[in-house]
């Protein structure tokens, strides 16, 4: 261990002379968060969220209820609602990907909630799939709130001939301690409600990526100094020289992705979840990061063929794992093929964490992590037993 | 009873199709200096790199002082110290942070650390600049560093990999002079180089290396030996020329020449007998008159020319 804090050691002061270490833990981290929020703005954009609306009921309440919640600016602001004429209509709408999911009000949705307040009604979400799974409980969860917080109103309206804002306000009164009564704050995952929220943590993987690319990079220049050589004939065992580089790596892509996040956050106010979340799932994340880096430097023999390969790895990940394009507006396959990538399961960590999910939500994306970092772990130790030059 | 302070055995290195060491076999025991020598190509470099635990051998062992390399690698190097053929230090730092660095490598530690990176700066004659970076030093400069990073942990095998190589005249004898006091210190040397007046200066012992086998191996004198088991002379001579070859060709088992470019000169060889200087001027005397003798000795270039019909530096 002390011989690898003192490679550590040596090539974090190199990393402070050349200023590479300021430039990947501070400088280039605060720039990205920055363009980001500037970029995406802090209010909230259109998520592109169509939501299905069927209306089976046809009754004065029913038309009530979905005229308000359609009306209702920040429904309006990220969900598209279509009204479609069945169920039917709903089920091959989801099936064709033209809705996320659709809402049925059933036919006696007026007369159950003139009887006895309750509410009926029927979420249509895809069998399978992120879209159909995330996505759409985070629209229907919203407009649900919506419907919930008007339904009262109407209800209250109807049954004390009160105007509508009033009723509101009444059901409010009545209904302090539910939630539905005001628009929920939760977050859309894959079409957050403040897009920095979804495309920070992606850029923090991406720069993730790349600042462990730094310390790898640093592996090659070894070889082509000879210094590596050097080290080798040391009695230094030839994990130790990889792990050293890995410890840089990833300690400059976990400063790199908490300094992106603290800027994000202090900056411009954006929320990524739970803090404790965030942390777990950077330093795992972190981790498979490093370990996937390191091994791929292992293998080719030319500085050039594996710093490009480091590039088009970076940057393939990134795509693919929905860190610069939105995980959930690609094709269900694609989706699946993320899973492939650490940038895939990361991006699901932080939607979960963005949707008001916690630690206890993460174990999927931190074992997949975990399991992609340890298997590539492993991998490096086999390829650098047999030697290191 | 001498102790084998290095020792390999039937080394082979190949990469793809190319067999770059082909079984080689040979031992420095403890305290002499070693040379190997061989044009580029021959197999040096890799043979080095096997011996210091950089490359493994695909079969064949190396040992240092009794510690196989393949089972033990962490022993035996911590009893090698390495000096690559290129300067392998890190520019962006100083000399004395170079040397530190490769001294804590070893395991050297404070109190220590500091006073062998203070003596081997002090043997390469790089005190007065030792905190300045690496960057700025002259390419001798370098090379004096990097010989000092082989030596900081006080090794008891030092291997050096053609160490002169584009050194100015001045920093390589500079570097010579190291190697010397070190052998003269009673450290075991293994030095490569394809310069043939450095592996006669420096070294005991000498192993000649042709495509990745040691093709000759004994004492400068004992290769050169073989070469010409007689002697060589050169007689400069006042007076007929060509009757005085004649008269020195008539010596029984002696050849005489005169050399091209100073016609006065007769060059004589003779192939048995200690010295046949005496009988040479005894066979002259009354035919011209002698100005001056001298034995020649045959060089190892020429022995490696004879061995291999190769020029060292083709």
Redesign the interface.
Known sequence: MR?IL??SG?EL??RL??WTALLVVLVAPVVLASLFSFALGRADPVAGGVLGVVDLDGSELSAFVIDEVAGSPEVAASVDLRRLPTEEAAEQALRDGDVEAAVIFPRDFGATVQRSGGQSLTILTPAEGARGGIAARGVVERVSAEVYAVTLAARVAVATGLPADEARSEAERDHARQPGLTLDEHVMPGGSAVAAAYYGPGMALLFGFFAVAVAARSLLAERR???L?????????ALAVVAAKGLVGFLFALLGMLATWGSSVLLFGADWGDPLGVVLLFTVFALAATGLTMALVSGPRTGGEAEGSLLVLAFTFAVLGGNLINLYRMPEYMQWVSLLTPNGWATRGFSILTTGGGLSDLGGPLLALAVIAVGFAAVVAVRFR??L? | MLTAALECEGLVKRYGSLLAVDGLKFSVTEGEAYGLLGPNGSGKSTTI?MV?????PDSGTVRVHGHEMARH???A??L?G?V?Q????????TGR?NLR??G????LRGQRLRRRVAEVLDVVGLADRADERLGTYSGGMQRRVNIA?GLVHEPKVLVLDEPTVGVDPQSRNAILESVERLVAGGTTVLYTSHYMEEVERVCDRVGIIDRGRIIAEGRPEELMATLSPGGRAEVEVDGDVQAAGVAVAALPGVAVTVADHRPRLLLVTWTEGADRLPDVLQALNGVAAVVRTAAVRPSLEEVFLHLTGTSLRD
Do not use: C, H, S, W
Request: glycine content about 8%.
């Open positions: 011989i003192v490679m040596r002061v190199a002379r050349d100094l000879g210094t050589a050097r080290t080798r004939a040391a009695p230094v065992a047999k030697g030059t | 790199e210091v635990g950089v490359l493994i690698p962490l022993r190097k911590r090698v390495y690559p290129e300067v392998a230090l890190y520019p962006d730092l942070e660095y490769f804590r490598l070893f395991g990073a």
